[in-house]
């Protein structure tokens, strides 16, 4: 996925981060919500890495029903929960 509408990168909540770190590192299958083009969507996935490039927060996201195991990119600050857990909008 490319975010085709970038605006300005809202650094997220230091323990929500910590959270996905947790999960990448575990290699949990956990429900992922996040806003893409005005939509809100939500996969079965594992968080394979969370990482920074060029002035953001990422996370790389490989849904469940991926046979191919291609995945896709998430900016951080477009989350909207992981396993039912909200992303709080301070740190």
């Not at 910590?18 to 299958?29: I, M, N, P, T, Y």
């Not at 429900?31 to 079965?44: D, I, N, S």
């Not at 990119?73 to 909008?89: A, H, Q, W």
């Amino acid at each position: 996925m490319k975010d085709e509408n970038p605006e300005p990168y809202q650094p997220i909540n230091c323990s929500f981060h910590d959270r996905l770190e947790h999960h990448s590192v575990r290699q949990d299958v956990v429900e992922v919500v996040f806003e893409w083009k005005g939509r809100t969507l939500t996969h079965q996935a594992q968080i394979k890495d969370v990482f920074a490039w060029q002035g953001a927060d990422y996370a790389f996201v490989i849904p469940i029903e991926d046979v191919e195991r291609t995945g896709f990119t998430v900016r951080l600050d477009r989350m909207v929960s992981i396993e039912g857990i909200k992303l709080p909008r301070n740190c």
